[in-house]
């Protein structure tokens, strides 16, 4: 770790990852190109780049009490034409709170004529990221874009009330960057540690800013199933704390310590509390049924405030009073996250149990490590509460999140249970595969032109149902239904789907379900008297997990889930089953019990075929393999593949003659 004699403050995680280019300026007056980059004919980081970044600044200057500005600036130098491709969109992600402002961007042709971005020609939209993760975006396209081209542009982003505490500097873009220099302004000192990079060191420089400079910094590339990008990109974290050294071990006891104290209240045991418990919980007599009532209790009846499907607006939440206790809660029916939890704890104390608050890691953002001695990487929070002789894991807040099931990204962790004394580490495990579950069935009929047509219905569970809901509990029942005809429309490009139905979109209970009528055109293929078909429809046109023939990255899955199709196919008149092998099943003893595979086919009423499959991948613990692994668990995803598109064979039957 790192110290500055000057501070930054904080700027939450979001704003961090989304500092795409930056840099710094004067005014409206650009900097003048000098003729040797203008001329350059190839890359100077990576040599086959299609695209370089010559420059990459970002000035942020933390020293108004009620503000946070970050100037970005960025200057690319254009190769190839998949260089022109890649750099000529440019979209500049942010969230609610933060304000996009001074877009301004050229483009130098190589003859050194100039063509200036229209400030009609900004636009806003939202985006889904690779992650599901949808923001929105200040878009636009630069004009006049070629092989030998300059690219510049800049923006000036504004976080009201922001500063720069537990702020990440990324130093990697998609692209190779010559240099990448920040410059901060704080207004008190700070501490700083760099990630995944060589020794990095600000130096003072003018005007009260600190500046740090890197050179060479090679493209980051992202990759099927990796870790979340700072487990593998280059960064610095920012952020306060006294200049002193803490004992590990230290440090976090008096972390749980502290945070035990400050949150026994709020899950406070009032005469409201234990009346509303012994109503809930009724006649329910086991520990379980206990705690399943509770935790159902207040997914069902307290609103999430802080819920983005929660339908009210900033202006409204903002209004809302606080709860100062779970009586509060109670009393509203509403409440934030953390309010939700603190009434789950404080009616499973008021129904005996022992109930803390525990903290852990977020695995979708970095593998939490105890020797980071910063709170600030310990920052999912949910209730433990003992069962029996263990500690058993709940967090109400997240709606969707199944009864005896954390999120994914706080399973697998370990977890700090808060106490007045000892605080306990331990583990929360990870929910198995047959946790998260998609059920999908369809009832067919194939027609001798190769048209296939029929009913399907797909459900799902686990973390699998929570995903589903997350992503479309906001979304329109129109927007619903196109992201569902894009899902399909994915795989098999001919697909025509009607009578859609999607079900149980915000039920914290029931499955998140499609349904719906689809007509495929050409989906058997047709040779003579013939027809080839795909039995299993969900796999049909699912592309490869892994199509690389090297990895630079660890594989990373989020958690394991499994597959069940049961699918029924009536056969054309007139056609019979000609080939009706099936593939050999991947039992999961050959793979270690990472994966299991088996698709049976058969013929009912000599008319119809049944084909069933089941599929599950990963065991209960944190999926995640070393590079060197890539090419067996490659091999591995490719023989699951191959067997999803086993074809098999319709014949016609040959017409007799009737003779008088």
Not at 94 to 114: C, L, N, Q
Not at 351 to 365: E, N
Not at 396 to 408: D, I, K, Q, R, V
Request: aromatic share 10%; hydrophobic share 35%; glycine share 6%.
């Amino acid at each position: 770790m790192k110290s500055m004699s000057r501070l930054l403050l904080p700027l939450f995680l979001l704003c961090l990852g989304l500092i795409l280019p930056a840099a710094i300026f004067a005014g409206d007056d650009w900097k003048p190109i000098n003729p040797a980059d203008l001329a350059l004919k190839t890359p100077v980081v990576e040599k086959d780049a299609d695209a370089e970044a010559l420059t990459w600044e970002v000035r942020i200057d933390d020293s108004q009490v009620n503000e946070l500005a970050l100037n970005h600036y960025l200057r690319v130098k254009i190769f190839t034409e998949r260089g022109k491709e890649s750099q000529s969109r440019i979209d500049i992600p942010y969230y609610s709170s933060t304000r996009i402002r001074d877009i301004a961007a050229r483009v130098t042709k190589p003859d050194g004529s100039v063509l200036e971005l229209k400030k009609d020609d900004v636009f806003e939209r939202t985006i889904v990221k690779a992650s599901g993760v949808r923001v929105k975006a200040k878009s636009f396209a630069l004009p006049g874009v070629e092989p030998g081209s300059i690219v510049e542009y800049r923006w000036r982003e504004v976080h009201p009330g922001g500063n720069l505490n537990r702020m990440r500097l990324q130093f990697q873009r998609d692209i190779p960057v010559q240099t990448v220099t920040y410059y901060l302004k704080p207004y008190m000192g700070m501490r700083y540690q760099p990630f995944h990079m060589e020794e990095a060191k600000f130096v003072k420089g003018k005007d009260g800013f600190y500046e740090l400079s890197m050179n060479n910094m090679p493209a980051f590339h992202e990759e099927p199933h990796m870790p979340p990008e700072d487990e593998v990109r280059s960064w610095i974290f920012l952020y306060y704390s006294e200049d002193s050294k803490e004992e590990t071990e230290k440090y976090w006891k008096d972390y749980g310590k502290k945070v035990f104290a400050s949150s026994k209240d709020e899950m406070k045991v009032s005469d409201e509390v234990k009346k509303a418990a012994a109503s809930i919980i009724g006649d329910a007599s086991t520990p379980e049924e206990k705690l399943h009532r509770i935790y159902d209790f207040c997914r069902l009846k307290i609103k999430n405030t802080t819920d983005d499907a929660s339908g009210l607006s900033p202006d409204e939440k903002s209004k809302l009073k606080e709860n100062s206790s779970p009586a509060d809660t109670l009393k509203t029916g509403r409440g934030t996250g953390g309010d939700i939890d603190m009434l789950f704890a404080a009616l499973a104390k008021a129904a005996g149990f022992d109930a803390r608050l525990a903290l852990s890691g977020d695995r979708s953002d970095m593998h939490f490590d105890r020797q980071l001695v910063n709170a600030t990487f310990l920052g999912s929070s949910f209730i433990a509460v003992m069962v029996g002789d263990k500690w058993e894991f709940f967090s109400p807040a997240e709606m969707y999140t199944a009864f005896g099931m954390l999120g994914w990204p706080e399973e697998g962790q370990e977890a700090l249970i808060t106490d007045p004394k000892d605080p306990i580490w331990t583990n929360t495990g990870q929910a198995p595969a047959d946790n998260s579950v998609a059920k999908r069935s369809g009832k067919f009929s194939l027609l001798e032109d190769g048209t296939l047509e029929g009913d399907v219905r797909i459900e799902y569970s686990g973390h699998l149902d929570y995903e589903k809901k997350e992503f479309n509990d906001d979304d329109s029942p129109a927007q619903r239904e196109e992201t569902l005809r894009d899902m399909v429309k994915a795989q098999i490009s001919t697909a025509e789907l009607s009578d859609i139905r999607i079900e149980n979109v915000t039920d914290p209970l029931k499955p998140f379900t499609y349904a719906y009528h689809v007509r495929v055109p050409g989906y058997a293929q047709r040779t003579g008297k013939r027809l080839f078909i795909q039995p299993e429809y969900f796999e049909h046109g699912a592309p490869m997990v892994f199509t690389a023939s090297a990895r630079k990255h660890m594989i990373y899955f989020n958690y394991p889930w499994s597959e069940d199709d049961d699918i029924e196919i009536a056969m054309p008149a007139g056609y019979a089953l000609d080939n009706a092998d099936a593939p050999a099943p991947i039992p999961p003893d050959t793979a270690q019990h990472l994966i299991g595979q088996s698709l049976k086919i058969a013929v009912a009423d000599g008319h119809t075929l049944l084909v069933h499959r089941k599929f599950f991948f990963g065991w209960p613990q944190p999926l995640v393999f070393a590079a060197k692994s890539y090419d067996p668990l490659k091999q591995l995803f490719e023989l699951v593949h191959q067997n999803d598109n086993h074809t098999i064979t319709l014949k016609q039957a040959a017409v007799t003659a009737v003779t008088k």
